[in-house]
């Protein structure tokens, strides 16, 4: 027979819906400049961190850029020099403000250093980095192939923060509040629950399906993949401190609801009044007649094999939480 312990804690009623998990940060990149792919420094599936680089364009064309650029605003630097100098020389003033923004202009010094700040932009722009921590999910171009600006790079998908945008019907929205917890399972994730909070509800409320949806974060821990289905169990109401036993233990004979209670090494039933459930745990009732709860904290309550159990029969007993370390 397999036990579990009856216990004074919280009752979580939740609400039993779907939803997908996606990323907060699908980066898709796009090249800012025109260019010829050098290399590939990372490939699909890799992690990256946040500013490393993953694709190189030709440098030399920028370089070059960059230089005549410098060349240019330092002939026009010159030419500026030479507007007034001179006649500061001998006067002993210099210009002043309005007077040099005007033969600053004159002398294009402020378009060339504008045309140099551009160069160097660019030349920036030749080595595309990822703006976030992620993995690599796609490389859109060779090495070798002449990129125009504007075309896709890749697509770098942050895998850690995640959410699950939840379905809730229109009228459990009343019963789901924000900072509520939820649990999050999925097939592609081996079952293994993952645990979250609901961060939002959103406003609209879906016209044909009549839903609405919570967002919840999570820390899945690489448990969780965007794009994901999951089912989702939203904290709807928290009945605090209450005497529970496992949902399993509560049978009926008779018509009466009853768990077998394990004292002495003997299965002995007792009669319980059962209130709220969320599948997991049941909450016990104080007795109408006496006002006892007729189960204590710490008793050992029967889940398995008891549906065929008698009153006061002899068990063999292996707790719930010790079966799953032991091997057959």
Do not use: C
Not at 17 to 46: D, I, M, N
């Amino acid at each position: 027979m397999v036990t579990a312990d009856a216990a004074d804690a919280d009752l979580v009623l939740r609400v039993n819906t779907t939803g997908q998990v996606r990323s907060e940060a699908v980066v898709p990149l796009k090249a800012e400049v025109a260019g010829t792919v050098l290399q590939l420094l990372v490939r699909p599936g890799q992690s990256v961190a946040a500013g490393q680089p993953l694709v190189k364009f030709d440098p030399y064309p920028f370089d070059l850029a960059a230089r005549e650029a410098q060349a240019k605003a330092d002939e026009a630097e010159q030419r500026f020099l030479e507007s007034y100098v001179p006649e500061s020389l001998v006067t002993g003033r210099g210009p002043t403000a309005e007077q040099r923004r005007a033969l600053m202009n004159k002398a294009g010094l402020t378009g060339a250093r504008l045309q140099l700040e551009r160069a160097r932009y660019e030349q920036a722009r030749a080595v595309i980095t990822s703006p976030v921590a992620g993995v690599v999910q796609a490389i859109n171009v060779a090495t070798g192939e002449k990129v125009s600006a504007g075309q896709a790079i890749a697509t770098v998908v942050d895998t850690r923060r995640l959410v699950v945008e939840a379905q809730v019907l229109e009228h459990d929205l009343p019963l789901v509040r924000v900072g509520g917890e939820a649990q999050v399972t999925s097939a592609g994730a081996a079952g293994e629950a993952v645990r979250g909070r609901i961060e939002a509800l959103l406003p609209l409320v879906d016209s044909v399906t009549r839903a609405g949806r919570a967002v919840v974060r999570v820390n899945a821990a690489g448990a969780l993949r965007p794009g994901m289905y999951a089912d989702v169990q939203l904290e709807a109401t928290r009945l605090r401190n209450r005497r529970l036993v496992p949902a399993r233990s509560v049978i009926e004979r008779d018509g009466r609801p009853l768990v077998f209670v394990v004292k002495d090494g003997r299965a002995q039933w007792t009669y319980i009044v059962p209130g709220r459930t969320n599948g997991t745990f049941t909450e016990v009732l104080p007795d109408s007649s006496s006002g006892e709860i007729p189960v204590r904290p710490g008793d050992a309550v029967i889940v398995d094999g008891h549906l065929t159990l008698t009153h006061d029969a002899p068990v063999k007993v292996v707790r719930e939480r010790d079966r799953d370390t032991q091997r057959p």
